[in-house]
Each structure stands twice: as C-alpha cells, then as structure tokens.
C-alpha cells in the first residue's frame, strides 16, 4: 500500500470515500434526497478541488462551504463525514499525502461545522 502520488489516486480516493457518502444512512439522505447531488458532475469537482490542495494543481475554483448552507446538517455531521474520508483513505494508501489528506479533512470539517454553528445554520439533535 502506497502514498497518494498523483490525479489517479486522488481519483481513486473521492470516489471510494463518496461511495461511502451516498450509501450512508443520514450523509447519503443529505448528499442525495436533499442535494440531490448530480454525481457525474459533482465528483470530476471534488477529484479537481482535492488534486488542488494536495497538488496545488490549481484545477478547483470555487466556494465549497456555500454549497452547504442550505443543507440540514446536523452537530455529528461533519464528524460523520470525516470519519468515512479517514476510514477510505487508510484503506487506500499510506504515507504523507495520505496524513496530509486526513488533516486537511479534519479542518475542513471542523471549519465548516465551526462557521455552521456560528452563522446559526447547524441543526440541533
């Protein structure tokens, strides 16, 4: 088992870990049925916007956390989400890349829960 080493394996990893999203009992209900996410689409962006920041290819344009206001998310959420990227990224790789892709998730998760609950749009369970 390798280190994250190009497009090809960042490829490999967002459509591995989003697998895991859209089958998720309540991620899956937020992405799909909600979103109702076009995944052709959406994952060529999530490969781009991930390729960016482990590769700074600088393919990704874009306010990701706008896309999430929205949604109804719920504290654990971003918890939830993050735990299956680092479920799908230690069963995929190992090295560097693979705990510099983990600790960019985990702050991108907890940015987002973080301006959530200060804009107010995190849901209470």
């Known amino acids: 088992m390798g280190d994250i080493r190009n497009d090809q394996d960042v490829k490999v990893l967002v ?3 989003y697998e895991k999203v859209q089958n998720d009992d309540r991620l899956g ?7 109702e996410v076009a995944w ?3 994952l060529p962006k999530m490969v781009d916007f991930w390729s960016n920041l ?3 290819t600088g393919r990704y344009k874009g306010r990701p956390f706008r896309q999430h206001m929205p ?9 939830r989400w993050y735990r299956l990227f680092e479920e799908t ?4 790789y190992r090295g560097d890349k693979a705990n510099f892709a983990k600790q960019l998730a985990r702050n991108i998760a907890s940015s987002f ?7 107010g749009l995190l849901k209470k369970e």
């Not at 949604?71 to 918890?79: T, Y």
């Not at 990224?89 to 995929?92: F, Q, S």
């Not at 829960?113 to 804009?119: A, F, G, Q, T």
């Open 54 to 56: 482990l590769f700074q």
């Open 89 to 92: 990224v230690d069963e995929l």
């Open 40 to 42: 052709d689409e959406h």
């Open 29 to 35: 209900y937020i992405f799909n049925d909600v979103a």
């Open 113 to 119: 829960e973080l301006r959530m609950e200060k804009d």
């Open 71 to 79: 949604l109804p998310i719920k504290e654990g959420d971003f918890d």
């Open 15 to 17: 459509h591995n870990f």
